[in-house]
């Protein structure tokens, strides 16, 4: 991986914490750029647009749970990766951190090899112009049932009612739609939408699930108990 063609803002009210994850990111060649709140990480995030978001839940005046869904309602930041600092045992602030739109989580105290590793492994997953993950259908646009996805713009359309999906919500329902009726298994989910080689909560499949039920209506997705989800049209 050529680091040094990755930008990564690091949004963190800690200076320690930001010193060190940006020492340590700099080191292994990453362009990285720093905010202290969530108010100035949204004004560095459109001016730079980076591959890669990494926030602190916990900061005054925006935390980072309004900060992620902020950007998520950003056009020009819809391939950005967002991951959120934990601490240990804060599965409250990974459930909401999932629900707002996250694509992962990073716990710390973390040591730096295991930081430069999580981040290589999450910047794998930057692939804004991959066409590998399109369904059959060569269109933009896939029309099933009452629901419109286009693929392009991240919309989807569902009894009329428009909305933008978070990057990964969107990625799983196309996953499920390419083919109505098929069972996919949870491991199948994992290594389609996260990567294989991305390690994730186990909450974090059915954390989507829930979100996406939600929005496009609770019977277009069935849980095969024990094995993992399908799409039903």
Known sequence: MDTSNYKILLVDDEPDIIEFLGYNLRKEGFTVFTANNGEQGLKVAQAEIPELIILDVMMPEMDGIETCEEIKRIPALKNSIVAFLTARGEDYSQIAGFDAGADDYITKPIKPK???SRVKALLKRYHPNDDSK?????????NIGDLTIDRERYIVISSGEE???PKKEFELLLLLVSKPE???TRDE???SVWGDNIIVGDR???VHIRKLREKIGQDHIRTIKGVG???VD
């Open 204 to 206: 974090t499949i059915d």
């Open 182 to 184: 098929k069972v996919f």
């Open 229 to 231: 989800y399908k799409f």
């Open 189 to 191: 989910i994992y290594n």
């Open 114 to 116: 295991v930081l430069i």
């Open 134 to 142: 399109k369904t059959e259908s060569s269109s933009e646009t896939i």
């Open 163 to 165: 909305m933008v999906l």
